[in-house]
């Protein structure tokens, strides 16, 4: 069966700080990835996709990035983080064909 | 311009069935519609798809009229439990990559005793 982990569940990190999220998924080959944000009440805002190792598209222009060095992992960073930054971020995987996406846990994020 | 359109909240009571709707005027031929749950501090869990008239699965069923700008996610004999935000997406992984999952307010259910 299929897995997703994210880490860490959360994080309290200065304004301006460097930020690493991690997301890797088992049991499934080249899948589709997705990075979300979700504000507290709001809904889910995508951030960026990828449809294979290097590529990433993003969805909003922002102080973040990704990166998909491999087939299963995709990271989340910024170099800098900004008090706007703070939220629910989420990360999921889609089968090519299938539209049903898996969600991980999520990662907590507060920009102090 | 929003694919979908649902109401932003939902009040009901244990024991009975909930029915939110979700409008997508827009619906393309190949476009399938997709519900998703989600809790609090919890990712989205999958529900229930489906194409054109009627699916039911162990959690929901899933109306869907002929001319597909709607569709009505059922849930049957609600319990506290079943308070969560659901999502209508509507969308046609045959496109590939250019199929973007994008998920709006979604309908905030709560489920009174």
């Known amino acids: 069966s299929q897995t997703i982990h994210q880490w860490p569940a959360t994080l309290v990190q200065p304004v301006g700080s460097p930020l690493s999220l991690e997301c890797t998924v088992e049991g499934t080959s080249n899948p589709n990835l997705y990075w979300y944000r979700q504000a507290a009440g709001r809904g889910l805002q995508l951030l960026f996709y990828s449809v294979g190792i290097g590529q990433i598209s993003s969805e909003v222009p922002q102080n973040l990035s990704a990166s998909r060095p491999q087939d299963r992992q995709f990271i989340l960073s910024s170099k800098k983080l900004l008090l706007s930054d703070s939220g629910f971020y989420l990360c999921?995987?889609?089968?090519?064909?299938?539209?049903?996406?898996?969600f991980g846990p999520g990662t907590r994020l507060t920009v102090t | 311009l929003a694919k979908t359109t649902q109401p932003i909240s939902m009040d009901s009571y244990e024991g009975q069935e909930v029915n939110i709707t979700c409008s997508h005027n827009n619906i393309a031929t190949n476009d399938y519609i997709t519900w998703y749950q989600q809790f609090p501090s919890q990712g989205p869990r999958f529900i229930i798809q489906?194409?054109?008239t009627k699916v039911t699965n162990e959690v929901a069923s899933l109306f869907i009229p002929a001319d597909r700008k709607s569709s009505t996610l059922s849930l049957p004999r609600v319990s506290l439990s079943d308070t969560a935000v659901y999502y209508c997406?509507?969308?046609?992984?045959?496109?590939?990559?250019?199929?973007?999952?994008?998920f709006g307010r979604g309908t905030s259910l709560i489920v009174h005793p």
């Open positions: 489906g194409y054109k």
């Open positions: 999921a995987w889609r089968d090519r064909g299938r539209h049903e996406q898996y």
């Open positions: 997406l509507v969308g046609d992984v045959a496109t590939g990559g250019s199929y973007i999952p994008t």
